[in-house]
């Protein structure tokens, strides 16, 4: 009885959010070598296209490189985000952004997205972008809103997702052997490719379900972080309590001082003085009125959870705070890797295809569960023909 109770509540949830299920993960699919492709596929904005550039060339005051970048937008879009690479051969990209949270739909609720991408050295813009509309872009509004809106479509994912953990763990269940001998140990968790196609659909969905399951559950869990920032938080709270404190607070260097006045230069080179090898440096415009400039310094390729965080006071030019993730109790050390694990960028190339195989699974498994309910409907029964 329970079991049957299982099958129903597996096979409608199934076919509920099957269809968001499938578009989510083969979008999360195509995201995952998005840094790694971008370089190959737009090498004409993110590569330098000036063959020679001399060792000891300095780039140019960043204030300067953000009045560049704000000549080449219309008169009331404005830079807010600057994404930095100390790499010699890396163009800059200096991003401008509105959203309107009134609207619903992504065409309408972001207002505009354009980036540009220019060479630091000379201050000779490569490529204006509207990202607003860029293929990596649109792949990542549908994967994280269906382009429905962070209230609507958000909301859609985000409850989908909770779903598809239920599902995750019901399959587990429906896949559980009754005995575990060594032949039916084989057929739960190898795929017979030389059954009749009905059997392999149901194969396919079973055990390449049971093979995913805990990598798409980690991916599924990620994901709910970013959607819910009170899971997040709960998740923070939670892990911290088995972590001891101790000595990992971050320590704040009194003893740098930067000119008030020029702030934002200043503490780029600061950054690019302590961090020359660093993999990318971003700095979020703020207004004067606010306390602080932050500058977020990623050193590993790729990998977001491996930071330093400097904050300089805007008045004062003092560094007040600095955050590095070798200091981090481990509930915010596992939030910091959280989009390298959703990701799949936490060990480099092997988790990130270990990503993409999961990813493509998990998109597989509502096409070949939709199959095997298919296959399996009632059929109608044919009326006697009466002949006379």
């Not at 209230?151 to 019901?170: A, D, H, Q, R, W």
């Not at 088995?242 to 000119?259: A, F, G, H, M, S």
């Not at 109790?329 to 694990?341: E, F, P, S, T, V």
């Not at 092997?350 to 095997?372: Q, Y």
Request: glycine residues 4%.
């Amino acid at each position: 009885m329970i079991k049957k109770s299982i099958i129903w509540l597996h096979k409608w949830l199934g076919l509920t959010v099957g269809l968001i299920i499938f578009i989510v993960s083969i979008t999360g699919c195509i995201y995952v070598f998005y840094d790694d492709l971008k370089a190959t596929i737009y090498s004409e904005r993110y590569i330098i296209q000036d063959k020679l550039i001399p060792a000891n060339m300095q780039v140019l005051p960043l204030s300067q490189l953000i009045e560049i970048a704000n000549k080449n937008l219309p008169e009331k879009q404005k830079i807010s985000r600057v994404d930095l690479y100390p790499a010699k051969d890396r163009t800059w990209i200096f991003r401008a952004t509105k959203t309107d949270k009134n609207k619903m739909f992504y065409h309408e609720n972001m207002v505009y997205y354009k980036r540009v991408f220019i060479n630091p050295y000379n201050g000779k813009v490569q490529y204006v972008e509207n990202t607003k509309y860029e293929f990596f872009q649109v792949v990542l509004q549908l994967h994280q809103t269906l382009l429905m809106g962070k209230t609507v479509g958000k909301t859609i994912v985000s409850v989908s997702t909770i779903i598809f953990i239920l599902l995750t763990i019901s399959g587990l269940v429906l896949w559980w052997p009754k005995k575990f001998k060594k032949k039916i140990i084989k057929k739960s968790v190898w795929i017979d490719y030389s059954v009749k196609w009905k059997r392999l659909v149901y194969d396919l969905h079973n055990v390449l379900g049971f093979q995913t399951f805990l990598f798409a559950l980690i991916i599924a869990y990620t994901g709910l972080i970013f959607a819910y920032p009170s899971f997040k938080d709960f998740s923070i709270n939670l892990f911290n309590l088995v972590d001891n404190p101790t000595n990992r607070e971050d320590k704040k260097e009194n003893t740098i001082k930067l000119n008030p006045q020029n702030i934002l230069n200043e503490s780029l080179v600061f950054s690019l003085k302590k961090h020359p090898n660093a993999d990318m440096i971003s700095i979020r415009l703020r207004d004067k009125d606010e306390d602080e400039q932050d500058v977020q310094v990623r050193l590993s390729k790729g990998k977001t959870s491996n930071f330093e965080w400097y904050y300089f006071n805007q008045s004062s030019g003092e560094l007040t705070n600095t955050k590095s993730s070798k200091n981090l109790q481990l509930g915010n050390k596992i939030a910091g890797m959280n989009y390298d694990l959703h990701t799949g960028g936490i060990l480099g190339y092997p988790t990130k295809i270990l990503a993409f195989i999961v990813s493509f699974v998990c998109a597989s498994l509502p096409v070949t569960g939709a199959i095997f309910w298919w296959n399996r409907r009632p059929k109608k029964k044919k009326k006697a023909v009466i002949r006379k």
